[in-house]
């Protein structure tokens, strides 16, 4: 489990492919300390496991499943990523929970200057658009932010400098790939619903159980 504020910037050194499946090498230094085999660190919202490591660098093992619903695979080396280590039960959530499993990947439609930030526009497939809401949270490549806008096509989000200065989305532009990870409390509630409601959650269902 992750909070979405983001540690540090790291480097890609190398993406090897291996029988469909991948390994990726990232230089790193902050999320380093204290870490070990096996631990697990979030790479662009992607949660991996450390399975080689030194005091400079780290290795991750990335799965086919994991090549295919994220962008991953489109890392090459000099690339810049955002880095998180899994949270403590002691440390404060500055963001809010986030899981490391990608549900999506989604496309930067536009990015514009808004005071002295930006808002971005991402669209976003209906299996993500779904959970979102605005005000609500949303993790884009790992990082914990917060919904200005929903329409029909995707979501808009408010970027400070302090973001854009330690984490990609400082750089993104129109047309990349970001990956997407929906707040999980909206996947639990509406699982516990459509479980409790044959058919789902409809305006009817709601009337006919008293919420309307």
């Not at 991402?122 to 959970?131: E, G, H, N, Q, W």
Request: aromatic share 4%; glycine share 12%.
């Amino acid at each position: 489990m992750f909070t979405g504020i983001i540690e540090e910037l790291g480097t890609v050194k190398a993406l090897r492919r291996e029988a469909g499946a991948a390994r990726l090498t990232l230089s790193a230094a902050k999320v380093l300390d204290g870490t070990a085999l096996g631990d697990s660190i979030c790479v662009n919202g992607v949660c991996l496991t450390v399975v080689q490591m030194n005091s400079t660098e780290f290795s991750a093992d990335v799965a086919v499943e994991t090549l295919r619903v994220t962008n991953l695979g489109d890392l090459q080396a000099g690339r810049k990523v955002n880095l998180e280590r899994a949270l403590q039960l002691s440390a404060r959530i500055g963001g809010h929970l986030v899981t490391g499993h990608v549900d999506a990947v989604g496309r930067v439609r536009e990015k514009r200057e808004e005071g002295n930030g930006w808002r971005i526009f991402i669209d976003v497939p209906a299996s993500v658009l779904r959970y979102v809401i605005k005000k609500g949270s949303i993790a884009i490549d790992g990082i914990s932010l917060t919904v200005a806008d929903v329409d029909s096509a995707g979501f808009a989000i408010a970027m400070i400098p302090h973001t854009a200065k330690l984490t990609t989305l400082g750089f993104k532009t129109a047309g990349d790939s970001v990956n997407l990870e929906s707040d999980i409390i909206g996947k639990y509630v509406e699982r516990l619903l459509a479980g409790r409601m044959e058919g789902g959650v409809s305006l009817d269902a709601l009337k006919k159980s008293g919420f309307a």
